[in-house]
Nanobody
Framework: QLQLVESGGGMVQPGGSLRLSCAAS????????IGWFRQAPGKEREGVSC????????NYADSVKDRFTISRDNAKNTVYLQMNNLKPEDTAVYYC????????????????WGQGTQVTVSS
């Protein structure tokens, strides 16, 4: 059974950077697309970014485009989210999710979820 663990969250000032990691165990991620999602207090969960199983296809929410970069290292069974120029509105719990998706692109739904890591952007 696939298990996902996020790490790398914390508190940072506006304009700062963080790198989130999503480490998988139980199964190899080679055939899984991975998504990053976030949920701020009182708001619905929103998709942030997604990467295909090979890393050849990525997509981003408009709100994070040009600031966040998703990447993966299948040899380490880990996916990353580099977040630069962070803004207070990026404050949320960030979750990674996986779904078996052997074709190009990302699925609509994800079947496996991590527990989340808190990101707080504040001066």
């Amino acid at each position: 059974q696939l298990q996902l663990v996020e790490s790398g969250g914390g508190m940072v000032q506006p304009g700062g950077s963080l790198r989130l990691s999503c480490a998988a165990s139980g199964l190899t991620l080679n055939y899984y697309a991975i998504g990053w999602f976030r949920q701020a207090p009182g708001k619905e969960r929103e998709g942030v970014s997604c990467i295909s199983r090979t890393g050849g296809s990525t997509n981003y929410a408009d709100s994070v485009k040009d600031r966040f970069t998703i990447s993966r290292d299948n040899a380490k069974n880990t996916v990353y989210l580099q977040m630069n120029n962070l803004k207070p509105e990026d404050t949320a719990v960030y979750y990674c999710a996986a779904d078996w998706f052997p074709t190009r692109g990302c699925p609509v739904d994800f079947s496996s979820w991590g527990q989340g890591t808190q990101v707080t952007v504040s001066s």
